[in-house]
């Protein structure tokens, strides 16, 4: 039976009178792209998001000089700290929207700004870990915050010895002994509260005379992020009890699983894309995917796609035409470049890709 798939999948040709099995040719192709990084799109990258940006940039220069330098590292940060900031800070964002933060190499300019900065928020986990080596490397002594780790204290784990990396809680007595912590927590629009929650207090340390109106505007933020999970959890609902079953390119959706129930069937990476999926490992997910009957498998805004297609050819399923924005937020333009959007754009791929009924969210 042929793929139903948009996506554009390799033909695997044959000199004539010579077979090659299907999965030989997925293991030259894991070879060739472990050689060049499969972290490396083969999409053009994506404009810079508006997150790099902040009102306070549209201030007269010598207001601006008069604003705290507030620094954070990744997409999702950015993005709460600039809605309940607003033009109160100058905000520097770090990582660019459509770029890998477990991969990020910082930049001279990212040193500059963290050394000069009044406030640094990270996520923590070792999610973005060159960056985090440069902050606490750092001789600023301005509050270094990681906020993921400060606002879930009991994160998720990839259990050892999984192939899926299959999430768990972690025991507050065991978690100083584990490694391998998922930093993905923004995708259950409950941990985003808390991630909001705690760049509010940091941002009223920093800015007593502000506090009313950080106050306010998380409000806001918590209203709407809680419509939103309440929403997620309908649209999940109308996917068919058998479909719920999510197979990605790196295990990323682990806190999405949990709270929404909609369990990971697979993944080819673990909770890093600095892992690379072995030949072995491939062929694993290829045979879990044909037992276990997934329907859709989902590929990545910022990862190769090639690989993915290639298993999901093997596999006999088709790819979803839309992508999973996995470790950050989207370009300017595109329905994810928000952390609300990212989180609706994400539920709408999920359920469209598996036989739901999407239902637009609607903010009450």
């Known amino acids: 039976m042929p793929i139903n798939s948009t996506r554009s999948i390799a033909k695997f040709k044959t000199n004539k009178g010579i077979k090659i099995s299907a999965i030989a040719t997925l293991m030259a192709i894991v070879a060739s792209i472990n050689a060049c ?3 490396t799109s083969s999409k053009p990258p994506e404009t810079q998001s508006p997150l790099a940006t902040n009102p306070s940039e549209n201030l007269p220069s010598n207001l601006r000089s008069n604003l705290p330098l507030v620094v954070a590292t990744n997409t ?8 309940i900031a607003g033009s109160t800070i100058a905000l520097k964002c770090l990582i660019e929207a459509g770029t890998d933060p477990h991969l990020y190499q910082p930049k001279p300019e990212d040193r500059k700004a963290i050394d ?6 990270y996520g923590g986990y070792d999610f973005e870990p060159n960056l985090i080596k440069l902050i606490k490397a750092s001789s600023n002594n301005a509050p ?11 994160p998720l784990l990839a259990e050892a010895g999984d192939d899926h990396n299959k999430a768990k809680d972690v025991k507050p007595e065991n978690r100083k002994l584990e490694k391998e912590t998922d930093p993905h927590i923004w995708h ?7 991630i909001a929650q705690t760049i509010s207090k940091n941002l009223s340390n920093l800015r007593p005379e502000e506090a009313d109106t950080y106050t306010r505007n998380t409000a806001k ?4 992020l809680d419509q939103i999970d309440t929403w997620i ?3 999940i609902a109308t996917i068919p009890p058998s479909n719920r079953k999510l197979v990605t390119t790196h295990d990323a959706l682990g806190y999405y699983a949990k709270a929404y129930g909609i369990p990971v069937e697979g993944a080819l990476n673990g909770i890093s894309t600095e ?3 072995t030949p072995t490992r491939v062929k694993e997910l290829v045979d879990e995917i044909k037992s276990s009957q997934v329907p859709t498998i989902f590929a990545e805004v910022s990862i190769n796609p090639k690989l993915i297609n290639a298993v999901a050819k093997e596999a006999n399923v088709k790819v979803a035409e839309r992508e999973i924005y996995a470790d950050g937020l989207g370009s300017k333009g595109s329905e994810a470049e928000t952390y609300t959007g990212m989180l609706i754009s994400n539920t709408r791929t999920i359920v469209e890709g598996l036989g739901g009924k999407y239902k637009p969210f609607q903010l009450k």
Not at 145 to 154: I, K, R, S, Y
Not at 221 to 224: A, I, K
Request: with cysteine.
């Open 37 to 39: 990084s499969i972290t």
């Open 76 to 83: 999702v940060t950015c993005d709460l700290t600039r809605q």
């Open 116 to 121: 000069s900065a009044k406030l640094i928020l």
């Open 144 to 154: 270094k915050v990681a906020v993921n780790e400060l606002a879930v204290t009991n």
């Open 188 to 194: 259950n629009a409950q941990n985003g509260i808390k």
């Open 221 to 224: 933020v918590v209203n709407e």
């Open 233 to 235: 959890k309908a649209q």
């Open 275 to 277: 892992e690379q999926p």
